[in-house]
């Protein structure tokens, strides 16, 4: 990466699904992803448990002795519904105070196969990120093809003028953890000028910070 200024990233947030899909190839990629982050000492925020995808990863960060962080709502605790976390657990209210959390926690944001959770994390994230809302990297781990048809669309929207080229550069794309860490390093963040303007705070007079209430 000779040349390109390269972003300290501490902390990723994965989403991905509590399920372990249909081809093996995902928790591979799952567990692989963990020890690339271990390695390159990064540590991991994720939606909590052990289920599926999920605990691939933190399993694998967790056995290269890094922290794992558990954001979890209180509801998918009760009756040990999706397992125990072999990190430090935070339990929340509701699932929006949840992805508020992992948006200010984390310094960049990956997304593995996964459901409507992850696909709905993901977006909000890119819709967060178009509106100057944070500006993290996010990424797609594009294993075996999972994204394809995701990706099509999205170029589509460009075509069709609903998204533009500018907040397509937001979504970042890549077939190995390695390939996609190194791109989110290397990611430099471009505002839209008039959306940079909006202003997110409760007011001038408080400490800045998230209002906690938004809705998008």
Not at 45 to 69: I, N
Not at 116 to 132: D, P
Not at 176 to 191: G, I
């Amino acid at each position: 990466m000779e040349g390109v200024s390269v972003r300290k990233i501490k902390k990723i947030c994965v989403f991905c699904g509590a399920n372990s899909g249909k081809d093996v190839a995902f928790v591979n990629a799952a567990f692989h992803l963990g020890e690339v982050l271990g390695k390159r000492k990064i540590d991991l925020v994720y939606g909590g448990g052990k289920l599926g995808l999920m605990g691939c990863v933190s399993t694998a960060v967790a056995q290269h002795e890094r922290q794992v962080l558990d954001i979890i709502p209180s509801a998918f605790t009760v009756n040990n519904l999706v397992g125990e976390t072999c990190g430090k657990e935070i339990k929340v209210a509701t699932m929006q105070e949840r992805l508020v959390m992992m948006m200010e926690l984390s310094d960049a944001f990956i997304a593995l196969p996964g459901g409507f959770g992850t696909l709905e994390e993901l977006f909000q994230m890119i819709s967060w990120a178009q509106l100057s809302i944070h500006n993290k990297p996010i990424g797609v781990l594009n294993i075996n093809g999972f994204f394809n048809g995701l990706l099509s669309f999205v170029d589509h929207a460009v075509k069709q003028e609903f998204i533009t080229p500018r907040a397509r550069k937001i979504l970042i794309s890549a077939t190995t953890a390695d390939e996609l860490v190194d791109k989110l390093q290397a990611f430099r963040f471009e505002s839209d000028p008039a959306l940079s303007k909006l202003k997110w705070s409760p007011s001038s007079s408080q400490k800045e910070k998230l209002d906690l209430t938004l809705r998008l």
